[in-house]
């Protein structure tokens, strides 16, 4: 390997690396802000945690990578031609595409890899988050009590401590609500004193009170006419009930199997194909009788549609026939065959409409299992994308740092993100075929991506503003010398008066300062 692609790609691993966990970092702690409130409370272990932040983390990969590599290669480009090294390399007669010779094949192994990335890896991790959120969701908080309010964390239960000591956890004025009981009958215990907490193994309650009273009102079918109460006192009350869902448990992950997201690509493919069968059989089983059974259905006095009507809803023939046939009928059917043709219609309509329900739901996983099919191909091709529009960039604009580098990528990205959440949405609606939907943001941004590079190749000045000026000089001067004498004399007029005013405001600037 020549020195000078040594220096190129030693310049390019260091922020590529150190982009990619900052993006990563940033876009986890939008995950944690967002499932901050199923986290917090319920006493899980930390390895739960971060077991569950791994998993995220794999799957922020395919979101993550390509604005790593827009980033990376601008501010890379960019350091190289801040500092001249950009320039040196083209004086020796290197293009930039011989410059970006060992980056083509770094994108191009790191394109290659994010395929099993997304195809492999992140349904695995999606299966592995799915259960253990669904894990986290089912466990109840931990038994914390705070002085003065009530605990519900315990299905039917409600506790009320008065003040509890952090250091010896003994608690004080107690009250307790329990309606556990089936039949209705609620129970409500006073005590002085006590302690409460959860066995070992999460499964009990061990409840031990001093110096109390137990009111037990019980209830029967008759109870707003016929209910008793019972009471007594204790100098002290043991109890163990059994608790659920204190307990991290862990769920079967195979029953996230079934999601589009946890499939690879040739899962999906199976899945597409079985989707594509139902979905083709619900429609055939929601249109096919209600053409033969409503739509076409022999009338019952024997008014029936024309045998020239062809049953074909890409054709108007239907239409125009059954009109046409109308005036033919006898005046006294007219009615008949109207109420007949509403109520029909009407029926046709509750039917579609139930059919249509139980059908949308495979249409629906069709639209996503396709989706994320095209999904799978799509990272590592914006990859590429996204290196070929900062490549250049970057050796236009000359600027290297985080600053113009950030604003240009964030720019790119955004855009790229609304385009690409645009056309999911329609491909998950129907109204866009999924192969449009998902490579809709390829389709616009490949021109760009090559414009660029053309532009980059031939020492365009396509982002510098004083190249920008002159043109705009130069034009407007070329304007002026067409128009009449009499309009020059007074655009001249008008400049000088504004320089005038220009060097007063600068004087005074100047006095200003001296003073």
Same mark, same amino acid.
């Given at each position: 390997?020549?020195?000078?692609?040594?220096?190129?790609?030693?310049?390019?691993l260091?922020?590529?690396?150190?982009?990619?966990?900052?993006?990563?970092?940033i876009?986890m702690?939008?995950?944690?802000?967002?499932?901050?409130?199923?986290?917090?409370?319920?006493?899980?272990?930390?390895?739960?945690?971060?077991?569950?932040?791994?998993?995220?983390?794999?799957?922020?990969?395919?979101?993550?990578?390509p604005?790593?590599?827009?980033l990376?290669?601008?501010?890379?480009?960019?350091?190289l031609?801040?500092?001249?090294?950009l320039?040196?390399m083209?004086?020796?007669?290197?293009?930039?595409?011989?410059?970006?010779?060992?980056?083509?094949?770094?994108?191009?192994?790191i394109?290659?890899?994010?395929?099993?990335?997304?195809?492999?890896?992140?349904?695995?991790?999606?299966?592995?988050?799915?259960?253990?959120?669904?894990?986290?969701?089912?466990?109840?908080?931990?038994?914390?009590?705070?002085?003065?309010?009530f605990?519900?964390?315990i299905?039917d239960?409600?506790?009320?401590?008065e003040?509890?000591?952090?250091?010896?956890?003994?608690?004080?004025?107690?009250?307790?609500?329990?309606?556990?009981?089936?039949?209705?009958?609620?129970?409500?215990?006073?005590?002085?004193?006590?302690?409460?907490r959860?066995s070992d193994?999460?499964?009990?309650l061990?409840?031990?009170?001093?110096?109390?009273?137990?009111?037990e009102?019980?209830?029967?079918?008759?109870?707003?006419?016929?209910s008793?109460?019972?009471?007594?006192?204790?100098?002290?009350?043991?109890?163990?009930?059994?608790?659920?869902?204190?307990?991290?448990?862990?769920?079967?992950?195979?029953?996230?199997?079934n /999601? @589009?997201?946890t *499939?690879?690509?040739? !899962?999906?493919q199976? #899945?597409?194909?079985? +989707?594509?069968? &139902?979905?083709?059989?619900?429609?055939?089983?929601a249109?096919?009788?209600?053409?033969?059974?409503?739509?076409?259905?022999?009338?019952?006095?024997?008014?029936?549609?024309?045998?020239?009507?062809?049953?074909?809803?890409s054709?108007?023939?239907?239409r125009?026939?059954?009109?046409d046939?109308?005036p033919?009928?006898?005046?006294?059917?007219k009615?008949?065959?109207y109420?007949?043709?509403?109520?029909t219609?009407? /029926? @046709?309509?509750? *039917?579609?409409?139930? !059919?249509?329900?139980? #059908?949308?739901?495979? +249409?629906?996983? &069709?639209?996503?299992?396709?989706?994320?099919?095209?999904r799978k191909?799509?990272?590592?091709?914006?990859?590429?994308?996204?290196?070929?529009?900062g490549?250049?960039?970057?050796?236009?604009?000359?600027?290297?740092?985080?600053?113009?580098?950030?604003v240009?990528?964030?720019?790119?990205?955004?855009?790229?993100?609304?385009?690409?959440?645009?056309g999911e949405k329609?491909?998950?609606e129907g109204?866009?075929s999924s192969?449009?939907?998902?490579?809709?943001?390829?389709?616009?941004?490949t021109?760009?991506?090559?414009y660029?590079?053309?532009?980059?190749?031939?020492d365009s000045?396509l982002?510098?503003?004083?190249?920008?000026?002159?043109?705009y000089?130069?034009?407007?001067?070329?304007?002026i010398a067409?128009?009449?004498?009499?309009?020059?004399?007074?655009?001249a007029?008008?400049?000088e008066?504004?320089?005038?005013?220009r060097?007063?405001?600068?004087?005074?600037?100047?006095?200003?300062?001296?003073?």
């Open positions: 390997m020549k020195k000078i692609h040594q220096l190129v790609l030693k310049s390019y260091g922020p590529l690396v150190l982009t990619f966990f900052i993006i990563i970092f876009l702690m939008n995950f944690v802000w967002r499932y901050i409130d199923e986290l917090v409370g319920k006493g899980l272990d930390p390895l739960v945690i971060l077991e569950l932040i791994m998993y995220a983390t794999i799957n922020m990969i395919p979101m993550g990578l604005l790593a590599i827009l990376a290669t601008i501010m890379t480009m960019g350091n031609g801040e500092n001249y090294e320039l040196a083209k004086s020796a007669g290197m293009s930039l595409m011989q410059i970006m010779k060992p980056l083509f094949w770094v994108i191009g192994i394109s290659f890899g994010s395929f099993f990335i997304v195809n492999d890896l992140v349904p695995w991790a999606n299966k592995k988050m799915f259960a253990t959120l669904y894990d986290i969701k089912q466990q109840n908080e931990a038994l914390e009590f705070q002085d003065g309010l605990f519900n964390g299905d239960m409600s506790i009320r401590v003040k509890q000591d952090p250091k010896t956890k003994l608690l004080t004025g107690v009250l307790i609500y329990d309606n556990r009981s089936h039949s209705g009958d609620m129970t409500t215990t006073i005590a002085d004193s006590g302690y409460i959860l193994d999460k499964r009990y061990l409840v031990t009170l001093f110096n109390g009273e137990t009111y009102q019980t209830r029967n079918h008759h109870w707003y006419t016929k008793s109460l019972r009471h007594h006192k204790f100098e002290r009350q043991d109890g163990k009930i059994p608790m659920s869902g204190f307990d991290f448990q862990r769920s079967d992950e195979n029953m996230f199997g /999601n @589009s997201q *499939m690879d690509i040739s !899962d999906l199976h #899945s597409i194909d079985s +989707l594509d069968m &139902l979905v083709n059989n619900l429609t055939a089983t249109y096919n009788p209600l053409l033969r059974d409503q739509i076409f259905a022999q009338d019952p006095d024997g008014v029936a549609p024309p045998d020239s009507v062809e049953i074909d809803r054709q108007k023939s239907f125009a026939d059954l009109l046939s109308i033919k009928l006898k005046t006294r059917l009615d008949k065959v109420e007949n043709a509403l109520r219609a009407r /029926n @046709s309509r509750n *039917m579609f409409s139930f !059919d249509e329900s139980t #059908s949308k739901e495979a +249409l629906n996983q &069709l639209y996503r299992s396709k989706n994320e099919w095209h191909l799509t990272l590592p091709i914006s990859i590429l994308i996204f290196f070929l529009i490549a250049p960039l970057g050796a236009i604009i000359r600027k290297g740092g985080l600053g113009m580098p950030i240009i990528s964030v720019i790119f990205f955004v855009i790229y993100y609304i385009i690409s959440i645009s329609y491909a998950k109204t866009w192969l449009l939907g998902m490579w809709i943001s390829a389709i616009i941004l021109p760009l991506a090559i660029l590079s053309h532009k980059a190749n031939n000045a982002l510098d503003i004083d190249w920008y000026i002159g043109r000089k130069h034009y407007r001067e070329k304007l067409k128009l009449p004498e009499k309009w020059q004399q007074k655009l007029e008008r400049e008066r504004q320089a005038e005013k060097n007063a405001r600068r004087a005074k600037r100047v006095a200003k300062t001296n003073k």
